[in-house]
């Protein structure tokens, strides 16, 4: 029984564009998201977060959207860069973390 | 130490041996997480520590897999009698009490041949 769901096991897009990376969750009860970040033999590292009583959270390059009544959050990533290749996890919290499956973003110079 | 050190980083063992993985937390860090990594898979939830108890055990997969935390500082995850499908990443976390983020180590890459 997946909870947390990212449909798109991999993305491409092109150096300068924007990257955009979905999420869908099923438990209502989840009150904070995040974004973790990793490349290969690494650990995975924060990148942003949500509450669930907000809509947008952003932090530099990157937004979070959260859409509470879809169940459904996404990360923007603008411009994007050859660095930002990695796999993208969300993860949402209710007393532990339960993760996606990732998608894999590559950034095309 | 700065952040969240596991060892070993690989570890190769015989179906049916035991092993022990090793998380080392960031200091003051009261919770710590055990999560499983197979290929193609987002991390899982085995365990989670607040201080030495376990808070909640419901992920770990079945009676092999074990963890401690004796002094509330460093965890083991212990796993007998080792199956070919316990081959994945096994992944430590630590946060602050009540921290909604966790910081991961490395992670140790356990393959059982």
């Known amino acids: 029984d997946q909870q947390v769901k990212q449909n798109s096991p991999s993305l491409s897009v092109q150096e300068g564009r924007i990257s955009i990376l979905n999420c869908d969750y099923t438990?209502?009860?989840?009150?904070?998201f995040l974004w973790y970040k990793k490349y290969p033999a690494e650990g995975p590292t924060f990148l942003i977060s949500i509450s669930s009583i907000k809509d947008k959270n952003e932090d530099g390059r990157f937004t979070v959207f959260l859409n509470k009544s879809a169940k459904h959050l996404s990360l923007h990533i603008v411009p994007s860069q050859p660095g930002d290749s990695a796999v993208y996890f969300c993860a949402a919290n209710n007393e532990k973390l339960t993760f996606g499956t990732g998608t894999r973003l590559t950034i095309i110079p | 130490g700065a952040g969240v050190s596991q060892t070993p980083s690989n570890k190769v063992t015989e179906k049916g041996k035991y092993v022990e993985l090793r998380c080392d937390p960031i200091s003051g860090h009261t919770a710590l997480y055990w999560y499983r990594q197979s290929l193609g898979q987002g991390p899982e939830f085995l365990i989670y520590?607040?201080?030495?108890?376990?808070?909640?055990d419901s992920g770990l997969p079945n009676d092999r897999f074990f963890a401690v935390r004796p002094e509330g500082s460093v965890s083991t995850l212990k796993i007998q009698r080792t199956e070919r499908g316990d081959s994945a990443v096994y992944l430590c976390?630590?946060?602050?009490?009540?921290?909604?983020?966790?910081?991961f180590g490395s992670g140790t890459r356990l393959t059982v041949v």
């Open positions: 438990n209502s009860m989840f009150d904070y």
């Open positions: 976390a630590s946060s602050l009490l009540g921290a909604n983020g966790y910081t």
């Open positions: 520590f607040q201080g030495t108890g376990a808070a909640d």
